[in-house]
T-cell receptor
Framework: DTEVTQTPKHLVMGMTNKKSLKCEQH?????MYWYKQKAKKPPELMFV???????INESVPSRFSPECPNSSLLNLHLHALQPEDSALYLC??????????????FGEGSRLTVL | GENVEQHPSTLSVQEGDSAVIKCTYS??????FPWYKQELGKGPQLIID?????GEKKDQRIAVTLNKTAKHFSLHITETQPEDSAVYFC??????????????FGTGTRLKVLA
């Protein structure tokens, strides 16, 4: 199983809503990532978890709250978002360990629209 | 921090011709350079990668070259086919200060293969 599964595929929410994006992988990867991608732009790193602990936060606004309940799951909690937060949110995982990095496996993304 | 530049931003080639995409990076400590293909509505997918101890790698119609001295690497696609049409991203990984590798993406190249 070499898949990263993201749900939902599409999400429309108002600025006062609270919603969550979910990501799951069963490849035994211990590094998991959230990226944000705007149209015609590269993926932009938001958060990285390593061994279920937050290791990188790229100065993301607090209206985005990540959570890693276990080694297979990664959530992104959304609250009080702005229309400019509308984007494709990509989850990824990698084997990265022992000082050697490997392939970053991406999910298909969750397309978020904030009204 | 690491910065990755990618050129060209768009590239149109006739079916059967070759396509070349170039990237430069700024951090001499970067040691892993993957290339991703992203089709419309999908997450990026790894197509080839190269590590800093190797100068060239080939996989069927796809090859990547790395010049560490000049800090640039290139993707070569030969005998292009319509299904090669997509957006291609290069990336460089920065060795961790926090235990987790960061993948920094180039700005992307939209490749169109004309039948």
């Amino acid at each position: 199983d070499t898949e990263v599964t993201q749900t939902p595929k599409h999400l429309v929410m108002g600025m006062t809503n609270k919603k969550s994006l979910k990501c799951e992988q069963h490849m035994g990867h211990r590094a998991m990532y959230w990226y944000k991608q705007k149209a015609k732009k590269p993926p932009e790193l938001m958060f990285v978890y390593s061994y279920e602990k937050l290791s990188i936060n790229e100065s993301v606004p607090s209206r985005f709250s990540p959570e890693c309940p276990n080694s297979s799951l990664l959530n992104l909690h959304l609250h009080a978002l702005q229309p400019e937060d509308s984007a494709l949110y990509l989850c990824a995982s990698s084997q990265s360990s022992g000082g050697v990095t490997g392939e970053l496996f991406f999910g298909e993304g969750s397309r978020l629209t904030v009204l | 921090g690491e910065n990755v530049e990618q050129h060209p931003s768009t590239l149109s080639v006739q079916e059967g011709d070759s396509a070349v995409i170039k990237c430069t990076y700024s951090d001499s400590a970067s040691n892993y350079f993957p290339w991703y293909k992203q089709e419309l509505g999908k997450g990026p997918q790894l197509i080839i990668d190269i590590r800093s101890n190797v100068g060239e790698k080939k996989d069927q119609r796809i090859a990547v070259t790395l010049n560490k001295t000049a800090k640039h690497f290139s993707l070569h696609i030969t005998e292009t086919q319509p299904e090669d049409s997509a957006v291609y991203f290069c990336a460089a990984t920065v060795p961790p200060t926090s235990g987790t590798y960061k993948y920094i993406f180039g700005t992307g190249t939209r490749l169109k293969v004309l039948a």
